[in-house]
T-cell receptor
Framework: KQEVTQIPAALSVPEGENLVLNCSFTDSAIYNLQWFRQDPGKGLTSLLLIQSSQREQTSGRLNASLDKSSGRSTLYIAASQPGDSATYLCAVRQGPGNTPLVFGKGTRLSVIA | NAGVMQNPRHLVRRRGQEARLRCSPMKGHSHVYWYRQLPEEGLKFMVYLQKENIIDESGMPKERFSAEFPKEGPSILRIQQVVRGDSAAYFC??????????????FGQGTRLTVV
């Protein structure tokens, strides 16, 4: 059974700092991995989608990497801003097409001005 | 193109009542998923539906919970005889037509159910 773990559970950093969020999964046979952002009381916003054949994806100040063989992904946030404060969720898709996602519990990020 | 629409955003029910949660997928998406997020927990998959078909309900509790996605209209998650433990945020996601590689999921704002 796939399990997704995110470390740390919470992180507080000063504005401007670069930071890395970690995600690990127990079964490396995944089809893709998706990073989401969730603001308090809100829904999920998709940040980056990495297919199993890819090593990384970039969007603005965000860079996500995937090491499928070791069961790890990282989300790198450059030059953090207070507006980046949110919970970041990692989710893997175990099968092709529209197989449901398996989520980690998230990392709660606070960026202090 | 509107995103995934869920309503209501907040729902309060007394123990024993029924809760109905609605989800309209993004235009052009024919696959709908329901996930539940308990306090301080990650999202857990409940059920995956296509129009008029339940594809995977392995995450649904065996009793009191049901889901449908009719030919016309939104997908409905129905919880009968709610109990306090059903209090959670319920999220709906949609994806476009199935292809060979993994597709991106788009989520709604969620319905926050409180059972009093």
């Amino acid at each position: 059974k796939q399990e997704v773990t995110q470390i740390p559970a919470a992180l507080s950093v000063p504005e401007g700092e670069n930071l890395v969020l970690n995600c690990s999964f127990t079964d490396s046979a995944i089809y893709n991995l998706q990073w989401f952002r969730q603001d308090p009381g809100k829904g999920l916003t998709s940040l980056l989608l990495i297919q199993s054949s890819q090593r990384e994806q970039t969007s603005g100040r965000l860079n996500a990497s995937l090491d499928k063989s070791s069961g790890r992904s990282t989300l790198y946030i450059a030059a953090s801003q207070p507006g980046d404060s949110a919970t970041y969720l990692c989710a893997v898709r175990q099968g092709p097409g529209n197989t449901p996602l398996v989520f980690g519990k998230g990392t709660r990020l606070s960026v202090i001005a | 193109n509107a995103g995934v629409m869920q309503n209501p955003r907040h729902l309060v029910r007394r123990r024993g009542q029924e809760a109905r949660l609605r989800c309209s997928p993004m235009k052009g998406h024919s696959h709908v998923y329901w996930y539940r997020q308990l306090p301080e927990e990650g999202l857990k998959f409940m059920v995956y539906l296509q129009k008029e078909n339940i594809i995977d309900e392995s995450g649904m509790p065996k009793e009191r919970f049901s889901a449908e996605f009719p030919k016309e209209g939104p997908s409905i998650l129905r919880i009968q005889q709610v109990v306090r433990g059903d209090s959670a945020a319920y999220f709906c996601a949609s994806s476009p037509i199935r292809d060979r590689i993994g597709t991106e999921a788009f989520f709604g704002q969620g319905t926050r159910l409180t059972v009093v």
